[in-house]
């Protein structure tokens, strides 16, 4: 089953006008940022075509649904966690932080934070935290394809950059090609150091 608005018509019916979806990508990555997005649907949005969770579309669909986003969102937030966060904090830390950050960009301050996962953050809004949020809440899903379409731009511009990652295709994440390319060339200043990462030959 895709995402619906229910959580967030509950939350309308109670008088919260601004909902902010979040999401990140990128957690699972050896390479590259920990990207997060929050977003701000309005209430009188009656569905989204296409949304679901990011991991569930192609990149074709994921750019028609960005796109479609970005024209009917009240506000949108992005975040960028850099490798040397991540490897100072921790992934989850790190995750968190930005998700924060994502918060603080919206130009519209939200009533309520609708988060993917189980971990609150450290902000003063009331938050609903749900496991597979992007399976659950639309606004939840569209925050995880802003988040995933931004770091996909990002990796691919890195790429031109460090084309033996291939990070164009792999996106950073543990791909064998990925790895493989870690045991030849080393690594670059976008691997986290802190990960398990392949020894160079």
């Known amino acids: 089953m895709p995402p619906d608005f229910k959580h967030e018509h509950r939350l309308w019916q109670a008088g919260h006008r601004y909902l902010a979806g979040l999401d990140e990508a990128g957690r699972g990555c050896l390479a590259g940022p920990v990207v997060a997005a929050a977003v701000i649907l309005p209430p009188d949005v009656r569905k989204l075509d296409g949304i679901d969770d990011s991991k569930k579309l192609s990149p074709q669909a994921r750019e028609r649904c ?29 995750s968190l932080m930005t ?26 809004f009331p938050q609903l935290c749900l496991k597979h949020g992007d399976s659950q ?39 064998r090609d990925h790895k493989g390319a870690i045991k030849k060339h080393g690594l670059c200043y976008l691997h986290r150091r802190s990960f398990k990462l392949p020894e160079h030959d």
């Open 99 to 124: 998700m924060e950050r994502a918060v603080t960009r919206l130009q519209v301050k939200p009533d309520y934070l609708l988060i993917d996962g189980p971990y609150g953050l450290d902000l003063p």
């Open 137 to 175: 809440s639309l606004s939840i899903a569209a925050a995880s394809i802003v988040a995933k379409v931004y770091r996909d731009q990002m990796m691919t511009t890195y790429h031109t950059i460090f084309p033996y990652y291939n990070f164009k295709k792999n996106k950073g994440y543990p791909t």
């Open 66 to 94: 960005f796109a479609q986003i970005q024209q009917k969102a009240v506000a949108i937030g992005i975040a960028v966690g850099m490798p040397e966060e991540i490897d100072e904090l921790n992934i989850l830390r790190a």
